[in-house]
């Protein structure tokens, strides 16, 4: 089959071994001076090594591969031990892999004899974001975030001579694949980071939220390659030394991803910045806006 899977640039590969370690699933081992990928059945293609590999010698490439399989990496896995089990379950988690993530979850369950440490420490670290909630279980697609829902809005009066809302964009470009996180809007900067349906669910989101500030957009559900968002979110926070850093989600589970990546740059930076939390519901309330 063919599937998403890392590879690795052997001629950038220093053998540092500094992503070895951070692959939860045993798939990088360093052979003969070079990092290598010895199983495709243990690469779940989600790239959690990229972002730490200072050479730039892992991207992600979609070919045919044997599929990823949970139980055999779990089966791995439980020997180093809780900690590294939380890692890669929370993983999975905010890349929204809720078959892989509830398959080794039974898998630990259907083991929990031969467990060195308590289950439910691990899953209360792994539920306390309510992913796997009644709610989810019942639904056909198995993510809230893709419930279809209307919303009833009251019809309003509007003339041809309604003056357009200024766009409060100050940059290009706002993807962030494409961005230079050493661009000079970012320099000195106040930052906000937003998942791509905000803009669209928050009716005032240029005049209130945007406005003054450099902006990045991503989705961490559908984007690829997001552990690269963390190594330009580290940059923007040591290089273009920005000043705050205002993240925007919306309140769907899967949006959770994103904080989480600015959380992780934040705590691998030297520097030290604000960082604040904006929850937008899906009719464009705010549900939670707090420094964190």
Same mark, same amino acid.
């Given at each position: 089959?063919?599937?998403?899977?890392?590879?690795? *640039? !052997?001629?950038?590969?220093?053998?540092?071994?500094?992503?070895?370690?951070?692959?939860?699933?045993?798939?990088?081992?360093?052979?003969?001076?070079?990092?290598?990928?010895?199983?495709?059945?243990?690469?779940?293609?989600?790239?959690?090594?990229?972002?730490?590999?200072?050479?730039?010698?892992?991207?992600?490439e979609h070919r045919e591969a044997v599929?990823?399989? !949970?139980?055999?990496?779990?089966?791995?896995?439980?020997?180093?031990?809780?900690?590294?089990?939380?890692?890669?379950?929370?993983?999975?988690? *905010?890349?929204?892999?809720?078959?892989?993530?509830?398959?080794?979850?039974?898998?630990?369950?259907?083991?929990?004899?031969?467990?060195?440490?308590?289950?439910?420490?691990?899953?209360?670290?792994?539920?306390?974001?309510?992913?796997?909630?009644?709610?989810?279980?019942?639904?056909?697609?198995?993510?809230?975030?893709?419930? !279809?829902?209307?919303?009833?809005?009251?019809?309003?009066?509007?003339?041809?001579?309604?003056?357009?809302?200024?766009?409060?964009?100050?940059?290009?470009?706002?993807?962030?694949?494409?961005?230079?996180?050493?661009?000079?809007?970012?320099?000195?900067? *106040?930052?906000?980071? @937003?998942?791509?349906?905000?803009?669209?669910?928050?009716?005032?989101?240029?005049?209130?939220?945007?406005?003054?500030?450099?902006?990045?957009?991503?989705?961490?559900?559908?984007?690829?390659?997001? !552990?690269?968002?963390?190594?330009?979110?580290?940059?923007?926070? *040591?290089?273009?030394?920005?000043?705050?850093?205002?993240?925007?989600?919306?309140?769907?589970?899967?949006?959770?991803?994103?904080?989480?990546?600015?959380? @992780?740059?934040?705590?691998?930076?030297?520097?030290? $910045?604000?960082?604040?939390?904006? $929850?937008?519901?899906?009719?464009g309330d705010i549900l939670q806006e707090?420094?964190?």
């Amino acid at each position: 089959m063919k599937r998403d899977i890392i590879k690795i *640039d !052997e001629d950038l590969c220093n053998g540092c071994g500094l992503c070895v370690p951070n692959c939860h699933e045993g798939a990088l081992q360093v052979i003969d001076g070079k990092v290598r990928l010895i199983s495709d059945l243990m690469c779940d293609g989600l790239g959690a090594c990229i972002g730490h590999c200072p050479e730039g010698a892992i991207t992600i490439e979609h070919r045919e591969a044997v599929p990823y399989n !949970e139980t055999s990496v779990m089966e791995e896995m439980i020997s180093k031990g809780k900690n590294v089990i939380i890692a890669h379950l929370k993983h999975l988690k *905010d890349h929204n892999e809720i078959g892989f993530l509830n398959d080794g979850i039974s898998y630990l369950k259907k083991n929990e004899q031969n467990l060195t440490f308590d289950l439910n420490e691990v899953l209360i670290k792994i539920q306390n974001n309510e992913i796997m909630n009644n709610q989810e279980e019942k639904m056909a697609c198995g993510c809230p975030g893709s419930m !279809e829902r209307t919303f009833d809005i009251p019809a309003c009066e509007t003339t041809n001579d309604t003056p357009q809302t200024k766009s409060e964009l100050r940059q290009w470009p706002v993807q962030m694949h494409l961005l230079n996180p050493n661009a000079p809007f970012f320099r000195n900067a *106040d930052v906000v980071i @937003t998942a791509d349906c905000v803009a669209f669910a928050l009716g005032n989101y240029h005049q209130k939220y945007l406005k003054g500030k450099s902006v990045g957009i991503a989705c961490p559900k559908l984007d690829s390659n997001t !552990e690269s968002y963390i190594e330009k979110f580290r940059l923007m926070i *040591d290089e273009a030394k920005v000043n705050t850093i205002t993240v925007m989600i919306m309140e769907v589970p899967c949006c959770g991803g994103l904080i989480q990546m600015v959380k @992780t740059a934040s705590d691998q930076a030297e520097r030290k $910045v604000p960082i604040k939390l904006i $929850v937008v519901g899906v009719q464009g309330d705010i549900l939670q806006e707090n420094w964190i």
